[in-house]
């Protein structure tokens, strides 16, 4: 009897809050350092025009990041201090999960994993300062694209670029906006919140 085919072809993940994670307390720590209330930064960073178009490349990184200090330059004082929160903010890079890392790795000995990410221009060299240019088989950076998740477009853009129709991919993202706009588009959604239920998820494609 021939064994029955795996059930996807190819994984696709996001890469923030999933591969990437973040101090939760990040960007309220700097708010309070520079005297703003809470939430502050993160309203003016993530305002959806603005991070809009920053993740599908109507602005660089630089100028969105730019764009953030203008705003905030009344509210810090001084165009000098949102300068100085912007360029805190934009230290950081996260932390890898190496836990997930070794999974998506193992995943890549049999089938194709590839990066989707509602990312900003500097994700490319992002992922090269940290030594992860080559950990997956395709990377679909949104800001270079030109359209972001949850648009069906890139759902489909990221199965061509694993070589295998939408119906075999496996998506993989914490927010669940664009796993179910991904469900919509013909792929297996998976919500992720934590790195356990996806070794369940994709245990058929290890044996």
Avoid at 162 to 175: E, I, K, S, W, Y
Avoid at 185 to 201: E, K, N, S, V
């Amino acid at each position: 009897m021939n064994p029955s085919p795996p059930p996807f072809a190819a994984v696709l993940v996001d890469f923030d809050g999933v591969v990437n994670l973040w101090d939760p307390d990040g960007m309220p720590a700097l708010d309070r350092a520079a005297g703003l209330p809470e939430g502050t930064l993160a309203a003016v960073a993530f305002e959806p025009g603005l991070l809009e178009a920053a993740v599908t490349g109507r602005l660089t990184d630089e100028e969105w990041r730019a764009r953030v200090a203008d705003v905030l330059a009344e509210a810090c004082g001084s165009a000098d201090r949102a300068r100085a929160l912007v360029a805190g903010w934009s230290a950081p890079t996260g932390r890898i999960d190496t836990d997930l890392l070794d999974l998506l790795t193992a995943l890549r000995a049999r089938v194709p994993v590839v990066l989707v990410s509602n990312a900003s221009t500097r994700l490319e060299s992002c992922l090269a300062a940290r030594g992860l240019a080559g950990s997956f088989d395709a990377v679909l950076n949104t800001s270079r694209f030109g359209f972001a998740k949850p648009d069906p477009r890139v759902f489909t853009e990221a199965a061509r670029r694993a070589g295998v129709p939408p119906q075999r991919c496996l998506f993989v993202d914490d927010t669940p906006a664009h796993v179910q706009a991904a469900r919509e588009a013909g792929l297996t959604g998976h919500h992720y919140r934590g790195i356990g239920q996806l070794r369940d998820a994709v245990a058929p494609l290890l044996r």
